[in-house]
């Protein structure tokens, strides 16, 4: 069933064969996972195979994924899609063999032979490559994968809805999880209690579509928490520990994220003074948030100043930031959404971006708040709305 506009399904692709006429493109081979759900609502977990798509500048496009997925394609896609072609190959051959050769028969029944073929470099393997090349003689293969992260980068509004939603979501785990707390708890336990609140949400809110793969990692301790993803432990907590809630619900393959620093009271003065110090770095990197911002100043002119004030420069342990949109286990994320020094593409109104930066200290742990943003207009709208301040659990 899909869950996406007729209306909506058509823009995406449509957008993508603008970028295609204006870059001369025959055809894209769309290779990953977040793609390959962005234009036609199928996704998979990949356990070793391909699956993607061959879209033609003109004329229908294709599926291709494995015989194991049964008849998963067709009823994600649902009626009306612009992918009614669905082709399924084998484990009589390699997953490569068996997906580049049926690419090739789409290819050859559209007539293109020659010209340039989209890829995502970032995405093909040196064998999958050496395979395409073999494959399909005659055929130049050229980079597309930043032309469609560009445009997956600006939300839609139906987008805006589905992540609406999963920003809510995440407060309802952010809550279960403060709820589960008590002395001598786990984190197993803490963090199963989070992720089972927010698959019966996402349940409730989205009826009849499939719900894996939220997550939560519960961190405890100052020797935990310092790793930002670290997984769950049967570490039990206790009073005066430092905690680390993060709650990432997957909706449809779109992933969201709300992480605080708490502590499970009494509360040291140590603790305080990097509490107070991380909090103060976090609301401004969140007034910087604004269009026309360059992603690689937030840190130079915003973050880096807040933390060599206080000594802590050192203490960092990862990026500012990043947009949001369809990422998970198996897919990565938009590298022109990073808040990174390097980064200079500029914040644009419909981008929805993470402000997390952490620092992390030996003997005291880490501290990190983490929050969802829009890029409006003007400014930005908080869409996560757990409380983020110094958090002290009684």
Not at 1 to 16: T, V
Not at 324 to 333: A, D, E, H, L, V
Request: aromatic share 8%; charged share 25%; hydrophobic share 40%.
């Amino acid at each position: 069933m899909a869950y996406f506009s007729e209306q909506e399904m058509n823009r995406r692709l449509d957008r993508l064969r603008r970028c295609m006429d204006d870059t001369g493109v025959e055809a894209v081979l769309v290779t990953s996972v977040h793609n390959t759900l962005y234009y036609s609502n199928f996704w998979m977990i990949p356990w070793g195979r391909q699956q993607g798509l061959v879209i033609p500048r003109e004329g229908e496009p294709a599926v291709i994924a494995p015989r194991i997925e049964y008849d998963r394609p067709a009823r994600m896609i649902g009626d009306g899609s612009a992918f009614r072609d669905i082709r399924i190959y084998t484990d009589n051959a390699s997953a490569i063999d068996g997906w580049v050769g049926l690419a090739r028969e789409v290819l050859r029944e559209g007539g293109i032979t020659t010209g340039r073929i989209g890829i995502e470099e970032d995405n093909v393997s040196i064998t999958m490559h050496k395979t395409l090349c073999a494959s399909l003689p005659g055929l130049e293969l050229v980079e597309m994968g930043y032309a469609m992260m560009r445009e997956q980068m600006h939300k839609s509004d139906e987008e805006i809805t589905l992540i609406r939603d999963g920003a809510g979501i995440c407060d309802i785990g952010a809550q279960a999880f403060v709820d589960a707390v008590t002395e001598g708890v786990t984190e197993v336990q803490v963090a199963r209690a989070a992720v089972t609140a927010m698959e019966e949400e996402i349940c409730r809110r989205f009826p009849g579509e499939e719900c894996d793969g939220s997550f939560c990692w519960a961190q405890s301790g100052a020797e935990n928490t310092k790793v930002a993803h670290a997984l769950n432990t049967d570490r039990q907590m206790q009073r005066g520990d430092l905690l680390s809630l993060n709650v990432f619900p997957m909706i449809l393959g779109y992933y969201h994220l709300l992480e605080r620093s708490l502590v499970f009271g009494p509360i040291s003065d140590e603790v305080q003074k990097y509490f107070d110090i991380q909090v103060e770095v976090h609301q401004a990197g969140i007034e910087a948030l604004k269009p026309g911002v360059r992603l690689g100043d937030i840190d130079d002119a915003v973050i880096n100043p807040i933390y060599e004030k206080y000594g802590l420069l050192e203490n960092r342990t990862f990026g500012t930031g990043h947009s949001f949109g369809i990422m998970g286990y198996w897919y990565g994320r938009d590298e022109l959404g990073e808040i990174r020094p390097y980064n200079d593409y500029l914040l644009q109104p419909g981008m929805v971006m993470s402000m997390e930066p952490m620092i992390a200290l030996d003997g005291v742990g880490g501290f990190k708040h983490a929050d969802m943003l829009l890029i409006t207009e003007n400014s930005n709208e908080r869409l996560t709305r757990f409380r983020n301040d110094v958090i002290v659990i009684p």
